[in-house]
């Protein structure tokens, strides 16, 4: 008898062991397929997390609202704590246009999957649309923590709202505390949203000291390429210091004592590999400071070195001093007046080659009647295509004005 009663413990045992073995199997089959055939996984094991998940999924993306609601809810009743079962239901009710439920499934994924995506986008539309401004850009700080990069998806609907008053002010009141997505949004505005809500948010940002140099300058360049030069003249000049201001003319900062801004009517050095562009302290100048230019022996077919002009019609002279230490080039050096509008050539100096002190350079040009409304003052390599474009050497240019 009580080698029966042994058998048969050691028979359970047995039993037991293999249904856990093959409970062991059974999972990790269904684990593995969970992602990739869900349908197969739950096959082994109905209440696979990971296979319920992967299958409301596939549904969502088969626009199966119906089946990825009823998949969703066997997740929460297998993990009631499941973050993806309330992502889930709340796609599929935004997908369904149930706004009410959308809005309360939407929060409790807020809380539940801090990381999920659709849910703070979803509501973050929402709340634009209902007029709570300042809750929908929080949640784009959300959106930008959670997929840094991604809340440029949404820029779009915020460019769509900003010719709004309110929208722009409750925006420029955000970005004046420097978000992390600031620069890419006014970016993204400067090219594609309109000219009255580019000035709005801007100047929403200048009443409250927050409009910093870039956005100026931005500003400016997009009020050119709409042709509007007098506005942009006015707005770059009323950002200059009040001594800047009272000798404002023709050329700015023509005796290069302050360093260029790059902004606006100021001169515009852009970065090259085969020229050196800086301010140099040295003798002979008329102030302290001269422009030197260092160029590398190397095939130069731009010098990025400009200023725009504003001249009314009339007759004028550009006026310019030189040094040279052993400049070498095919033809040298000039000064080019351009007319914005229509790209013509209306005045070229006179080349400056080789080496020589300070010496005074002059010639007189034509602001036309019409199709001149703003100029381009550059520098140019004046040596032919090719071989002819090397250049060696530096030169300095102080006193750059313009005279009626």
Known sequence: MKRVATGAAWLIALLL??????????????????QEHPQQALAWDPANPEAL????????????WSAARQTALRLLQTEPLSQQGFVILSKVAVAEGDVQSAEVLSDIALHRAPHALG??????????????????????????????????????????????????????????????????????????????????????????????????????????????????????????????MTTLRSIHNGGFETDPSGI??????????????????????????????????????????HQWLLLAPGSYRLHFRTRAQDLRS????????????????????????????WQEHGVDFEIPERNCQAQDLSLRNAGSKGPGKILAGTVWFDDVSIDP
């Not at 062991?17 to 969970?34: E, N, P």
């Not at 596939?58 to 199966?64: F, G, P, S």
């Open 330 to 357: 095919d033809r040298g050096l000039q000064w080019e007046i351009r007319c914005l509008d229509g790209a013509r050539q209306i005045a070229v100096s006179d080349v400056v080659v080789g080496s020589a002190d």
């Open 119 to 244: 849910p703070p986008a979803w509501l973050m539309v929402e709340q634009l649309r209902q007029g709570h401004y300042a809750q929908a850009l929080d949640l784009l700080d959300r959106i930008s923590r959670i997929s840094p990069g991604r809340q440029g998806n949404l820029y779009p609907v915020l460019i769509a709202l900003a010719d709004d008053p309110g929208f722009s002010d409750a925006l420029a009141e955000r970005l004046a505390t420097s978000p992390v997505w600031r620069a890419s949004l006014v970016g993204s505005m400067m090219s594609k949203a309109s000219s009255a809500a580019v000035e709005h948010l801007l100047t929403s940002l200048q009443r409250r000291h927050a409009l910093d140099a870039a956005e100026m300058g931005q500003w400016i360049d997009r009020l050119a390429k709409e042709g509007k030069w007098g506005e942009a003249y006015a707005r770059w000049a009323g950002e200059l210091p009040l001594s800047e």
């Open 264 to 305: 606006g009517f100021d001169w515009r050095i852009d970065k090259s590999a085969d020229v050196i562009i800086d301010r140099d302290r040295l003798a002979g100048t008329d102030g302290s400071v001269a422009l030197r230019l260092r160029f590398l022996g190397r095939r130069t077919e731009h010098i990025p070195l």
């Open 17 to 34: 062991a293999a249904l856990v073995c093959w409970r062991i199997v059974v999972t990790g089959l269904s684990d593995q397929m969970a």
């Open 53 to 64: 998940a992967a299958l409301a999924r596939q549904q969502l993306d088969r626009k199966e």
